[in-house]
């Protein structure tokens, strides 16, 4: 059955397929007459090129992000990378050639041009939404063919909206801001107290998990599978020290996919015989159990996937130990802002705080429920935003069946 909306994710890191569900979520929320699809690309060229950029060539990512400012700089990029394009390009093919929904969607700049040129190929009468996830404002998120940009832009950022519409004369109606909303489960288990939540958590089929304790103070680290091993020598030096109620507190760590972050972590647990619990991949439901169970969170990276997942359990006070090149510093520069995490790249600096809360329950919970106000606040803004990227697709619908 050919849909209204179709969402196209990528294998990339950074919340991508997130970020389709989210907007999906968005539809049939706010807009549940519109018959929504999704797209999930398994081309796994970008996903492994961002690990090698990430891990050995920061600096090289952020001047190429600088280079994306320039135009003639842009086109000889997506020139120089035609052999993924031509991956992602023949596996929506399919979606554009079959005109499958008049509105397609694209969470990641690379689809978005292969969908461009697909549109050109095929003369299709369909709308091409570029989504940016992050709160980015690098131009590579709005990429030109043969003079075609995409028919309008849903990005996090104000200022980025603004920047587009400038340079490229997009009308107000053709842009407009995101609002993250995140899948059901995550605002289901804020309706669990924290202790509810680890108790539910222990139940859960996972290693280890029964032991996990639902009265201790609980500290969640996550961040991406292949970026959250890069907390191990924060949590081994805390492991491996007093200063850390270890008999009162206790350490969650979210391994997803990353099998030698699995191991390590539970090599460390059973070393030092610390209350640490390695997870392997979770389903939605599984992590929302674990947001809601924290006390506190530590991050090895930000994306606006996983901090509105933490809003929606009110999983802080977060802390972002790290940040990978690129669109994570305009991540970071949003949540500081708004003060909705606080940035402890200095180790010593992020193990005092945590050793700090973990003996000083009230300062813990003062902190807590000054997390859950700000939360609260940004939650709210951020359905309304949803709301209208919903309304603002559907009349793009309106306006395409118009004509």
Known sequence: ????????????????????????????????????????????????????????????????????????????????????????????????????????????????????????????DVKIVAYVPDFDESLVHVPAYHGLLPDAVIAQSPSYLAKLRRKYAYLPQQTVQAGYVPRTPFSEARRLSAQAARAALQEQQLPSISHLSPHRFTVVATGGAYWVEHLYPAFKQLAEEDTFDWNNSQAVIVC???????????????????????????????????????????????????????????????????????PEKFNLRVVQAAALADYRPKRAELLSTLEFLSRHPKAAQAAKADFCQRAQRERLAAQARAKAVAEFLEQMLVARYAS
């Open 1 to 124: 059955m050919k849909k209204d909306v179709i969402i196209v994710s990528a294998l990339a890191g950074g919340g991508h397929k997130s970020a389709m569900y989210s907007l999906g979520e968005s539809l049939q929320r706010f807009t549940p007459e519109l018959r929504v699809g999704y797209f999930e690309s398994r081309v796994e060229d970008i996903e492994h090129a961002h690990r090698i950029v990430y891990s050995k060539f920061q600096r090289l990512y952020d001047s190429f992000y600088n280079l994306m400012e320039c135009d003639a700089f842009r086109g000889t990029y997506f020139c120089s990378t035609h052999r993924m394009i031509d991956k992602l390009r023949a596996e929506l093919t399919s979606v554009i050639a079959e005109q499958m929904a008049p509105v397609v969607v694209s969470t990641h700049f690379m689809q978005t041009y292969a969908l461009l040129q697909l549109k050109v190929q095929y003369g299709a």
């Open 256 to 326: 997803g996919n990353n099998r030698r972050a699995f191991e390590k972590f539970s090599h460390l647990a059973a070393r030092t015989g610390r209350n640490i619990f390695a997870l392997p991949f979770l389903n939605p439901e599984q992590m929302a159990l674990v947001f809601r169970s924290a006390d506190t969170t530590v991050l090895s990276g930000i994306a606006p996937a996983t901090l509105y997942e933490l809003l929606e359990t009110d999983a802080g006070p977060i802390f972002i130990h790290r940040i990978n090149p690129g």
